[in-house]
């Protein structure tokens, strides 16, 4: 899952990549909001992460622009300010989420992918599709209650599709969630890793419509 993470301080923007990294996302990185209104508005992403405190555009300004303009992802705040108003102009502005600094990585983790999985209409760490089951807190799946061992790209291409059961997905949107900004549209790294997930599950758990994409059934051979 792709995510923007909008943050002008360089040692804590590490720390919070390297986490969302480690959890499976595919970090993109702002330090200013002129950039990441930009980023925000011709990008597809599962989730944002943003700060108040930007230079030359507030964060509040940004979010705004944002769902001026039709853009949809959730988006959990950050800001080392605590007063009620701020707060509740941020969720008024269209935050989903907000968190005050300093705050616990686990629980930043936790709460984006709670954030994804609402937005796909899941409201459980757990993925079911057919017999194929996804557990996002673990990081691991289950066909037919026997656990598969995944490489860190095979999963995190399962994860998305999971998370997009009620239709297919282009060859060039799994890309873009699987690499980020750049190394998107790489269809035949897809291809290649669909090719080996159905060598571990079989070829019915995913399936291929020419034209149209894939889509995650869990069916067994």
């Not at 909001?33 to 964060?59: K, N, S």
Request: charged content about 25%; overall charge negative; hydrophobic content about 45%.
């Amino acid at each position: 899952m792709r995510v923007l993470l909008v943050e002008d301080d360089p040692d804590l923007a590490e720390d919070v990549a390297q986490a969302l990294t480690a959890a499976g996302f595919v970090v993109d990185r702002c330090g200013n909001g002129e950039d990441a209104w930009f980023q925000g508005d011709v990008e597809d992403y599962a989730l944002a992460i943003l700060d108040l405190g930007l230079p030359r555009l507030d964060g509040l300004s940004v979010l705004k622009r944002w769902r001026g303009g039709g853009r949809t992802m959730p988006v959990l705040i950050l800001t080392a300010r605590g007063d009620w108003a701020e707060k509740v102009e941020g969720i008024n502005a269209g935050a989903d989420d907000y968190m005050a600094k300093p705050f616990a990585i686990g629980e930043l983790i936790a709460r984006a992918r709670a954030l994804v999985r609402r937005a796909a209409g899941h409201s459980s760490p757990l993925l079911v599709a057919g017999e194929l089951t996804i557990d996002t807190a673990r990081m691991t799946a289950t066909l037919g209650g026997r656990e598969v061992q995944l490489s860190q790209l095979e999963y995190r291409l399962l994860n998305f599709l999971g998370h997009q059961q009620s239709r297919r997905v282009s060859a060039g949107e799994i890309a873009d969630h699987l690499y980020g900004a750049s190394d998107g549209h790489d269809t035949n790294a897809v291809e290649a890793i669909v090719a080996r997930l159905r060598r571990k599950l079989g070829n019915r758990v995913i399936e291929t419509q020419r034209g149209f994409g894939y889509m995650l059934t869990g069916k067994i051979d």
